[in-house]
Each structure stands twice: as structure tokens, then as C-alpha cells.
């Protein structure tokens, strides 16, 4: 502890009141400044969509990272895939069966600090009936109120069957997905510990 | 051989071979890369049809460079003189249609590359270098270019038409020059001169 620190002891109570920045809890997806995006390659040409539709939970002390918590549900039918002809395409069975899989979920199962403000967030992904291990690096900058997160990572679109059938010829739509997330979470007053 | 006044170290009565590869090479590419276009856009989305329209980016981009080489040459090789025996309104009619192919022939890969932009997808040449994106992803825009695209495509279907309906009237009833000297295989009507 500080002498600073020290010297607020006695007041220990206003210090519960006021939530000090190592021990905020950031709940709060703020789902409007938030943004999934993603670029696919056709044909070498690097196209970018997006999903506007997806929730997010997120609980995550900058003081406690590893007990943080995180889960990402996505909305299949919100996808922006650059054009009216490949939302409709992506839709299919051949690519994210939208019918049958409306939504696809990432729970995370451990958060690492990897040292600065970067951590490594490690989880189980979901897309079309397939669940498998992903791992993230994340960097989360403080803000004012607000913890903004931000990811990119590559995934292969093979290991959830997305575009299958004539579409897994990947010197056409690459089978890498760079997917790059943004989120923006404040805390709630009535969580700050 | 005919001697140009002007220049009279210049062989007047013949396309240079430069100018007659170009012409056919040029040709060729702009019937195949149209009719492509024309097919490729009925096609259901398939990875061949995504395949297809990247070829024919491609090979737009490359008939823009072989146009813009042809008339580099074309502005330091003047075309030989048109046959005595062709009247003046005749010869302005070809000049003009010729002035207006080459304005086509760049106003119809501008106007695609533009489309592409607008429509969201960058044109990367041969999948290799990727052509910069003047425009921003607009769908009104890029709707409007691709009407755009079309009537510069058949108004240049129209021209070319024409421009070939002329060249065979010149060879089978006029009986003059004119296909011969952009086409050498056929041979001379006359005996003077040399083709260069
Ligand atoms: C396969 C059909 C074609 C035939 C038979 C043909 C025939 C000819 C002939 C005979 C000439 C020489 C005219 C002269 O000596 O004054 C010529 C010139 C020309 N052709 Fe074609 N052509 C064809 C296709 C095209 C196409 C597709 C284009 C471009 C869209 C084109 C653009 C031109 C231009 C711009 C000239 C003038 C060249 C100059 O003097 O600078 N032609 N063509």
C-alpha cells in the first residue's frame, strides 16, 4: 500500500462508496458502440462484413483478469457480407445454415495477462453446430468509464463447414476469416466493488 | 511508296505492325471480355461466377493499359491517308467514329473499375496488385455506374458494329484498301508499295 493509500484507510468508507479504478468491474456491453466485423478474401480481393446484431456479457476487473468472464452470442441473419447476393448466399446450407443455426456463441473459459493491457482470452467457439477451442489476444484500454476491448484474430472457415460443397475451393474465398471485434463495456454502479 | 510531303522520312501508305498487333490484340480482348460480361452476369452466384467476374476485371484493366500504349503510338504514327476515291463526308464519319472508339475504349474499363469500387469490391489486377479505390461503398452509386457501364458497353457494341459493316463495305464493294492495309494477310489490291 501506498502512503496515500495508508492515509485513506480510516476513511475506508467513502473508499467502498467510490469505486477506485483497480477494483471496477466492467458489465456493461455497450452494445451501440460495439461492432463485429470481419474481411473474407475472394479472389485475393479483401472484402469486409459485418454482424450488426450480437450480445455480449462481459465481467472484467483490469485488478482480477483471470477471473474475468465473457460470452459473445451473434445473430446469423444480421450478417453484411458486402452485398444483397452474398447475404442471401452466406444464408444458405451451404455456408452458415441460418435457419437451423440462427445464432453462434463464444464462451470464454480463461482470460491470461499477457503483461501492458494485452491479455490472451481463450474460449469455446460455436457456429453452425460445431464448437471448438479458440484463443484471442485482446488488448482493453481503460477510458474515462468505459473499458473498450478490442481482437482480431484469423479463424478457418473449413473447421465449421462454412462454405462447403462448391464453396470449399478456397482459391476463390479464402479459408482464412480475419474477424476483428470491438467492445465497448462500462461499469454498472451498482456492481463496483 | 507512297511519300508523306511532310514527313518524308515516314512510309505513308501502311499501318505500322505495332499499330496492326495492337489493333487486333485490342480487338480480340474487347469482343471476348464483352461477351464475357455479358454471361457472366446471368450466372447464379457460384465460385465460377466469382472467378469469372475477377477475370474479367483483369482483363479490362489490361485492355485500359494496351489502349492507353496504342494511343501513345498512335499520337507519333499518323494512319495512312484514306483512299482519293472516298467522299469527305465519308472521311469524317471514320475519323469521328474512330475518335469515338478510343474514348469508349477507355470509358468502358474506367467506368467498371469505378463500379467495383462503388460496389463494394476492389479491383486487385491479376490477384497480385490491388488497384486503388477512388470511390466509396455506395449501393445507389454503384447501381448508377453499372447502368452506366452497360450503355458505354453497348453504345461501343454499336460503334463497333458499324465501324465492321464499314471495313467489309470498303473490301468487298468499294474494293479499296481500307481491310487490307489493317489486315496484310490479305494481301495487296495494288502493287505499289511496301508494307512496313
Ligand atoms: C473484328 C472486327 C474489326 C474489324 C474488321 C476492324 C477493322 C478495322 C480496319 C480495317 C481499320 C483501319 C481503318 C483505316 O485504315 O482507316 C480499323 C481501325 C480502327 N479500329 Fe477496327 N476493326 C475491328 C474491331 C475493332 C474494335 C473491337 C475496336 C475497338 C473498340 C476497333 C477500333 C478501331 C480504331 C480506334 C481504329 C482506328 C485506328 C487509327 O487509325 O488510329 N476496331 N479497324
Partial sequence: MTKWAKRLVPGCALAFLLPAAQAVEFNQVQIPKSSLAFVSKQMNVPVEGQFKSFRSKIAFDPAKPAAAKAELEIDMASIDAGSKDANDEVATKAWFNTQAFPTARFVASSVKALGGNRYEVAGKMSIKGTTRDLATPVTVRLDGGSAIIDGSLVIKRADYAIGDGMWADFSVVANEIQIKFHLVATASPAAAK | ?196
Fill in chain 2, 1 to 196: 511508296m507512297r511519300i508523306n510531303p511532310d514527313h518524308p522520312h515516314r512510309v505513308d501508305n501502311g499501318y505500322t505492325g505495332i499499330a496492326i498487333s495492337l489493333h487486333w490484340l485490342i480487338a480480340l480482348a474487347i469482343v471476348g471480355s464483352f461477351s464475357l460480361g455479358l454471361y457472366m452476369h446471368e450466372l447464379p452466384l457460384s465460385p465460377q461466377k466469382l472467378k469469372l467476374y475477377s477475370w474479367h476485371k483483369w482483363a479490362g484493366v489490361t485492355i485500359f493499359l494496351f489502349v492507353a500504349l496504342r494511343l501513345g503510338w498512335r499520337l507519333f504514327h499518323r494512319p495512312p491517308e484514306l483512299p482519293a476515291t472516298m467522299p469527305d463526308w465519308q472521311r469524317k464519319v471514320a475519323a469521328a467514329t474512330h475518335v469515338l472508339l478510343y474514348v469508349l475504349m477507355f470509358a468502358v474499363p474506367l467506368s467498371g473499375w469505378l463500379m467495383s469500387s462503388a460496389k463494394g469490391f476492389q479491383t486487385v489486377w491479376f490477384g497480385v496488385l490491388p488497384l486503388p479505390d477512388f470511390l466509396n461503398k455506395s449501393e445507389t452509386l454503384g447501381d448508377t455506374l453499372q447502368q452506366v457501364h452497360m450503355l458505354l458497353n453497348f453504345s461501343m457494341a454499336a460503334l463497333v458494329l458499324a465501324h465492321v459493316g464499314a471495313a467489309l463495305k470498303h473490301y468487298f464493294i468499294d474494293r479499296d484498301d481500307i481491310l487490307r492495309r489493317m489486315i496484310p494477310l490479305l494481301g495487296k489490291r495494288q502493287t505499289s508499295g511496301v508494307v512496313k
